[in-house]
């Protein structure tokens, strides 16, 4: 199966600025299958970005997503307060799809 | 909209089964598989397995497979998750997942499974 790493664990940031986060995989994503997720604390995930690097329906556009093959980030250009999350990517280019184990970004 | 509703908090005794539903509406509940994620407290998300709903069609992560069971009620636009044998450390939030035919789109909203004697 896939391992995903997500990097880093913890993100110590402030309104305005700027997150980037890291996404890498074990083996290559089909078709570069990678979706983003965000999950605020009692929610289920939402999805941000699927296929690397679209924008879901309604997600605005200082989320975004880059990378293929085994590398993969996703940007939020500038940190809003309801931004302060959870964040999960996924591959689901093969069976089992499997999940990163998570990067918080924290107010600092 | 779409919307998937799961069925209330559960509690158990080690080594009983738990039954967990999530009806969907506002789409044709059987152009979309229906995918189970669990989340242990505290943890990030594991992938159960997924069920066809248009025909019986399962398919289980090897760490489940023979404890669980994935059925679907056309009837009433419902797919159920059954996990036998319950541990401790099967006490998670258990969530349905819509397959938009790649990615997860849409989500229930999660269902606690607490496991405790």
């Known amino acids: 199966e896939i391992v995903l790493t997500q990097s880093p664990g913890t993100l110590s940031l402030s309104p305005g600025e700027r997150a980037t986060l890291s996404c890498r995989a074990s083996?290559?994503?089909?078709?570069?299958?990678l979706a983003w997720f965000q999950q605020m604390p009692g929610q289920a995930p939402r999805l941000l970005i699927y296929?690397?690097?679209s924008r879901a329906t309604g997600i605005p556009d200082r989320f975004s997503g880059t990378g293929s093959g085994t590398d993969f980030i996703l940007t939020i250009s500038r940190l809003e307060p309801e931004d302060f999350a959870v964040y999960y990517c996924?591959?689901?280019?093969?069976?089992?799809?499997?999940f990163g184990q998570g990067t918080k970004v924290e107010i600092k | 909209q779409v919307q998937l509703v799961q069925s209330g908090a559960e509690v158990k005794k080690p080594g009983a089964s738990v039954k967990v539903s999530c009806k969907a509406s506002g789409y044709t509940f059987s152009d979309y598989y229906m995918h189970w994620v669990r989340q242990a407290p505290g943890q990030g998300l594991e992938w159960m397995g997924w069920?066809?709903?248009?025909?019986?069609?399962?398919s289980y992560a090897q760490r489940f497979q023979g404890r669980v069971t994935m059925t679907r009620d056309t009837s009433i636009s419902t797919v159920y998750m059954e996990l036998r044998r319950l541990r401790s450390d099967d006490t998670a939030i258990y969530y349905c997942?819509?397959?938009?035919?790649?990615?997860?789109?849409?989500w229930g909203q999660g269902t606690l499974v607490t496991v405790s004697s």
């Open positions: 069920i066809n709903p248009n025909n019986f069609d399962t």
């Open positions: 296929d690397a690097s």
């Open positions: 997942a819509r397959d938009s035919r790649r990615y997860f789109d849409f």
């Open positions: 083996q290559s994503v089909n078709s570069n299958y």
């Open positions: 996924q591959q689901y280019g093969s069976s089992p799809r499997t």
